[in-house]
T-cell receptor
Protein backbone atom coordinates (compact mmCIF):
# COMPACT_ATOMS: atom_id res chain seq x y z
CA UNK A 1 0.00 0.00 0.00
CA UNK A 2 0.87 3.66 -0.05
CA UNK A 3 3.31 4.99 2.52
CA UNK A 4 5.19 8.15 3.42
CA UNK A 5 8.56 8.29 5.15
CA UNK A 6 9.82 11.41 6.84
CA UNK A 7 13.09 12.18 8.54
CA UNK A 8 13.15 11.70 12.27
CA UNK A 9 12.94 14.75 14.46
CA UNK A 10 13.21 16.92 16.28
CA UNK A 11 15.01 19.28 13.97
CA UNK A 12 16.52 22.10 16.00
CA UNK A 13 17.67 25.26 14.23
CA UNK A 14 18.60 28.81 15.00
CA UNK A 15 16.52 31.61 13.58
CA UNK A 16 17.37 32.44 9.94
CA UNK A 17 18.91 29.01 9.33
CA UNK A 18 18.08 26.96 6.24
CA UNK A 19 15.54 24.18 6.69
CA UNK A 20 15.18 20.88 4.88
CA UNK A 21 12.79 18.16 5.98
CA UNK A 22 13.07 15.06 3.84
CA UNK A 23 10.03 13.13 2.64
CA UNK A 24 9.86 10.12 0.35
CA UNK A 25 6.83 8.17 -0.66
CA UNK A 26 5.66 4.86 -2.07
CA UNK A 27 2.56 4.79 -4.21
CA UNK A 28 1.07 2.60 -6.89
CA UNK A 29 0.04 5.39 -9.25
CA UNK A 30 0.42 9.15 -9.45
CA UNK A 31 -0.38 10.64 -6.08
CA UNK A 32 -0.86 14.23 -5.07
CA UNK A 33 1.60 15.34 -2.40
CA UNK A 34 1.07 17.66 0.54
CA UNK A 35 2.77 19.21 3.52
CA UNK A 36 0.59 19.91 6.54
CA UNK A 37 1.66 21.87 9.61
CA UNK A 38 0.44 21.43 13.16
CA UNK A 39 1.21 24.26 15.56
CA UNK A 40 1.24 23.44 19.29
CA UNK A 41 -2.25 22.61 20.51
CA UNK A 42 -3.83 23.15 17.10
CA UNK A 43 -5.16 21.09 14.21
CA UNK A 44 -3.76 20.24 10.80
CA UNK A 45 -3.33 23.07 8.35
CA UNK A 46 -2.42 22.60 4.72
CA UNK A 47 0.91 24.29 4.07
CA UNK A 48 1.46 23.50 0.39
CA UNK A 49 0.72 20.92 -2.24
CA UNK A 50 1.77 19.60 -5.64
CA UNK A 51 -0.39 17.44 -7.87
CA UNK A 52 1.97 16.30 -10.60
CA UNK A 53 5.62 15.62 -11.29
CA UNK A 54 7.94 18.65 -11.28
CA UNK A 55 5.26 20.87 -9.72
CA UNK A 56 6.56 23.14 -6.98
CA UNK A 57 4.28 23.97 -4.09
CA UNK A 58 5.04 27.09 -2.09
CA UNK A 59 3.54 29.05 0.79
CA UNK A 60 4.85 31.33 3.55
CA UNK A 61 8.42 30.95 2.29
CA UNK A 62 8.25 27.15 2.31
CA UNK A 63 8.75 25.18 -0.90
CA UNK A 64 8.64 21.58 -2.01
CA UNK A 65 9.09 20.06 -5.47
CA UNK A 66 7.39 16.86 -6.60
CA UNK A 67 10.22 14.62 -7.80
CA UNK A 68 8.83 11.51 -9.42
CA UNK A 69 12.22 10.08 -10.31
CA UNK A 70 13.31 10.04 -6.66
CA UNK A 71 9.75 9.70 -5.22
CA UNK A 72 10.48 12.65 -2.96
CA UNK A 73 8.82 15.85 -1.78
CA UNK A 74 11.34 17.53 0.49
CA UNK A 75 10.27 20.66 2.37
CA UNK A 76 12.64 23.64 2.35
CA UNK A 77 12.74 27.15 3.71
CA UNK A 78 15.59 29.57 3.27
CA UNK A 79 15.33 31.37 6.60
CA UNK A 80 13.26 29.96 9.44
CA UNK A 81 11.63 31.99 12.19
CA UNK A 82 10.74 31.10 15.76
CA UNK A 83 7.09 31.15 14.70
CA UNK A 84 7.79 28.23 12.32
CA UNK A 85 8.22 25.92 15.32
CA UNK A 86 5.64 23.19 14.74
CA UNK A 87 5.22 19.60 13.59
CA UNK A 88 5.32 19.11 9.82
CA UNK A 89 3.55 16.20 8.16
CA UNK A 90 4.18 14.99 4.66
CA UNK A 91 1.17 13.31 3.10
CA UNK A 92 -0.10 11.87 -0.15
CA UNK A 93 -3.48 11.15 -1.60
CA UNK A 94 -4.17 8.65 -4.28
CA UNK A 95 -7.51 7.61 -5.58
CA UNK A 96 -10.04 7.92 -8.31
CA UNK A 97 -13.56 9.04 -8.91
CA UNK A 98 -13.37 11.63 -6.16
CA UNK A 99 -12.26 9.36 -3.32
CA UNK A 100 -8.87 10.44 -2.00
CA UNK A 101 -7.72 9.19 1.37
CA UNK A 102 -4.68 11.00 2.76
CA UNK A 103 -1.78 8.88 4.00
CA UNK A 104 0.50 10.66 6.45
CA UNK A 105 4.12 10.39 7.45
CA UNK A 106 5.04 10.28 11.14
CA UNK A 107 5.63 14.01 11.36
CA UNK A 108 8.82 15.96 11.99
CA UNK A 109 9.03 18.36 14.87
CA UNK A 110 10.83 21.63 14.13
CA UNK A 111 12.17 23.76 16.97
CA UNK A 112 13.56 27.17 16.08
CA UNK A 113 15.58 29.05 18.70
CA UNK A 114 16.00 32.84 18.67
CA UNK B 1 -13.50 30.54 3.48
CA UNK B 2 -15.43 27.32 4.11
CA UNK B 3 -14.03 25.12 6.82
CA UNK B 4 -14.58 21.86 8.64
CA UNK B 5 -15.72 22.39 12.21
CA UNK B 6 -15.50 19.93 15.07
CA UNK B 7 -17.10 19.89 18.50
CA UNK B 8 -16.21 19.68 21.28
CA UNK B 9 -12.58 20.80 21.17
CA UNK B 10 -11.81 18.73 24.24
CA UNK B 11 -13.77 15.88 25.84
CA UNK B 12 -12.96 14.00 29.00
CA UNK B 13 -14.78 10.74 29.61
CA UNK B 14 -14.59 7.79 31.96
CA UNK B 15 -13.42 4.43 30.72
CA UNK B 16 -16.33 2.36 29.48
CA UNK B 17 -18.51 5.33 28.60
CA UNK B 18 -19.80 6.09 25.13
CA UNK B 19 -18.67 9.26 23.39
CA UNK B 20 -19.85 10.98 20.23
CA UNK B 21 -17.53 13.30 18.39
CA UNK B 22 -19.19 15.72 16.02
CA UNK B 23 -18.09 17.25 12.76
CA UNK B 24 -19.64 19.56 10.22
CA UNK B 25 -17.87 18.99 6.89
CA UNK B 26 -17.73 21.61 4.16
CA UNK B 27 -21.24 21.84 2.80
CA UNK B 28 -20.79 20.71 -0.80
CA UNK B 29 -18.24 18.00 -0.05
CA UNK B 30 -19.17 14.38 -0.61
CA UNK B 31 -16.48 12.33 1.13
CA UNK B 32 -15.89 12.45 4.86
CA UNK B 33 -13.11 11.00 6.96
CA UNK B 34 -12.05 10.41 10.53
CA UNK B 35 -8.41 10.25 11.58
CA UNK B 36 -6.77 9.67 14.94
CA UNK B 37 -3.50 10.98 16.34
CA UNK B 38 -2.27 9.50 19.59
CA UNK B 39 -0.11 12.05 21.38
CA UNK B 40 3.19 12.52 19.58
CA UNK B 41 2.47 9.83 17.04
CA UNK B 42 1.35 9.42 13.47
CA UNK B 43 -1.93 10.66 12.05
CA UNK B 44 -3.83 7.43 11.34
CA UNK B 45 -6.75 6.86 9.00
CA UNK B 46 -9.85 5.40 10.64
CA UNK B 47 -12.71 5.51 8.13
CA UNK B 48 -14.09 7.17 5.03
CA UNK B 49 -17.78 7.73 4.34
CA UNK B 50 -19.61 8.38 1.09
CA UNK B 51 -23.24 8.30 0.05
CA UNK B 52 -24.35 7.41 3.57
CA UNK B 53 -22.14 4.40 3.95
CA UNK B 54 -18.61 3.48 4.90
CA UNK B 55 -16.43 3.33 1.80
CA UNK B 56 -13.17 2.27 3.48
CA UNK B 57 -11.96 1.57 6.99
CA UNK B 58 -8.70 0.69 8.65
CA UNK B 59 -7.88 -2.10 11.08
CA UNK B 60 -8.21 0.40 13.91
CA UNK B 61 -11.89 0.93 13.12
CA UNK B 62 -13.28 -2.09 14.93
CA UNK B 63 -16.75 -2.85 16.25
CA UNK B 64 -16.54 -0.29 19.02
CA UNK B 65 -16.47 2.51 16.44
CA UNK B 66 -19.33 3.68 14.26
CA UNK B 67 -20.00 6.66 12.05
CA UNK B 68 -23.19 8.33 11.03
CA UNK B 69 -24.50 11.24 9.06
CA UNK B 70 -27.71 11.87 11.01
CA UNK B 71 -28.79 14.89 8.97
CA UNK B 72 -27.60 16.92 6.01
CA UNK B 73 -24.76 18.61 7.81
CA UNK B 74 -23.35 16.59 10.72
CA UNK B 75 -20.95 13.66 10.57
CA UNK B 76 -20.35 11.82 13.84
CA UNK B 77 -17.92 9.29 15.23
CA UNK B 78 -19.19 7.16 18.10
CA UNK B 79 -16.98 5.13 20.38
CA UNK B 80 -19.22 2.68 22.24
CA UNK B 81 -17.15 1.77 25.27
CA UNK B 82 -14.06 3.89 25.58
CA UNK B 83 -10.70 2.49 26.63
CA UNK B 84 -7.69 4.34 27.98
CA UNK B 85 -5.89 3.77 24.68
CA UNK B 86 -8.63 5.67 22.82
CA UNK B 87 -7.19 8.88 24.27
CA UNK B 88 -6.07 10.82 21.22
CA UNK B 89 -6.79 13.76 18.98
CA UNK B 90 -9.52 12.92 16.49
CA UNK B 91 -9.62 14.80 13.21
CA UNK B 92 -12.49 15.01 10.79
CA UNK B 93 -11.83 15.80 7.14
CA UNK B 94 -13.75 16.15 3.90
CA UNK B 95 -13.03 16.20 0.19
CA UNK B 96 -15.17 17.53 -2.65
CA UNK B 97 -15.63 14.17 -4.34
CA UNK B 98 -14.56 15.46 -7.73
CA UNK B 99 -12.05 13.69 -9.92
CA UNK B 100 -8.75 15.53 -9.44
CA UNK B 101 -9.78 17.44 -6.31
CA UNK B 102 -7.28 15.70 -4.12
CA UNK B 103 -6.96 18.06 -1.15
CA UNK B 104 -8.50 17.02 2.15
CA UNK B 105 -9.75 19.77 4.43
CA UNK B 106 -9.27 19.07 8.12
CA UNK B 107 -11.02 20.32 11.19
CA UNK B 108 -9.24 21.59 14.28
CA UNK B 109 -9.66 18.27 16.05
CA UNK B 110 -11.27 16.97 19.22
CA UNK B 111 -8.92 15.96 21.99
CA UNK B 112 -10.42 12.93 23.72
CA UNK B 113 -9.10 12.04 27.16
CA UNK B 114 -10.25 8.76 28.69
CA UNK B 115 -9.69 8.50 32.44
Amino acid sequence: GDSVTQMEGPVTLSEEAFLTINCTYTATGYPSLFWYVQYPGEGLQLLLKATKADDKGSNKGFEATYRKETTSFHLEKGSVQVSDSAVYFCALTEGWGGSYIPTFGRGTSLIVHP
Amino acid sequence: EPEVTQTPSHQVTQMGQEVILRCVPISNHLYFYWYRQILGQKVEFLVSFYNNEISEKSEIFDDQFSVERPDGSNFTLKIRSTKLEDSAMYFCASTPGLEGSTEAFFGQGTRLTVV
